[in-house]
């Protein structure tokens, strides 16, 4: 069965940079666009950008363009999204999923940024 | 970038009733590239519709999505108690990428 499995919580300070990762199984990684939602606490989801893992290709948020990286690595199906220049407002659970319309999600990642 | 507006922004009912909630679209979504979302506290998004009206697996028949264009309806035939939750639609059929609506909170009358 398809699984996204997240890496752990996080606690950063402000200016800090932060690395989520997803590590997929039961499907064939490189099929599928992975995206990243961020949902910050008592909000609303948003959407952060995709990447093809077949070609590398990322597509970010015009919000958050210059501040994310999404890579992946397909020798062990897992992908990454790094968010720098951390803020306050920064601070909510993280998501990939797969694909759009996605019915298959990670767990999610709390990230907290605190001085 | 497409903007999604939901309405109403909460919705107290009953279990039992009907819930009809709506989705807009700043401009036309395409090939009706429009899913519809329930979270509930804690939890990831849970995906019950695709494509404006067809039902991911496993999902009831009492939801049902419609619509197309600019306006989107998501119809919850007879709550369940289990159904008291978030909703959120969400469009992916944008080059410029997908986006979400703010979410309609269906709770308990």
């Known amino acids: 069965q398809v699984q996204l499995v997240q890496s752990g919580a996080e606690v950063k300070k402000p200016g800090a940079s932060v690395k989520v990762s997803c590590k997929a199984s039961?499907?064939?990684?490189?099929?599928?666009?992975m995206h990243w939602v961020r949902q910050a606490p008592g909000q609303g989801l948003e959407w952060m950008g995709w990447?093809?893992?077949?070609?590398?290709?990322?597509n970010y948020a015009q919000k958050f363009q210059g501040r994310v990286t999404m890579t992946r690595d397909t020798s062990i199906s897992t992908a990454y999204m790094e968010l720098s220049r951390l803020r306050s407002d920064d601070t909510a659970v993280y998501y990939c999923?797969?694909?759009?319309?996605?019915?298959?999600w990670g767990q999610g990642t709390l990230v907290t940024v605190s001085s | 970038e497409i903007v999604l507006t939901q309405s109403p922004g909460t919705l107290s009912l009953s279990p039992g009733e009907r819930a009809t909630l709506s989705c807009r679209a700043s401009?036309?979504?395409?090939?009706?590239?429009l899913a519809w979302y329930q979270q509930k506290p804690g939890q990831a998004p849970r995906l019950l519709i695709y494509?404006?009206?067809s039902r991911a697996t496993g999902i009831p028949d009492r939801f049902s999505g419609s619509g197309s264009g600019t306006d989107f309806t998501l119809t919850i035939s007879r709550l369940e108690p289990e159904d008291f939750a978030v909703y959120y639609c969400?469009?992916?059929?944008?080059?410029?990428?997908?986006?979400f609506g703010p979410g309609t909170k269906v709770d308990i009358k």
């Open positions: 969400q469009q992916y059929g944008s080059s410029q990428g997908l986006t």
């Open positions: 999923a797969r694909d759009s319309g996605s019915a298959y």
């Open positions: 990447i093809n893992p077949n070609s590398g290709g990322t």
């Open positions: 401009q036309s979504v395409s090939s009706s590239y």
């Open positions: 039961g499907y064939t990684f490189t099929g599928y666009y």
């Open positions: 494509g404006a009206s």
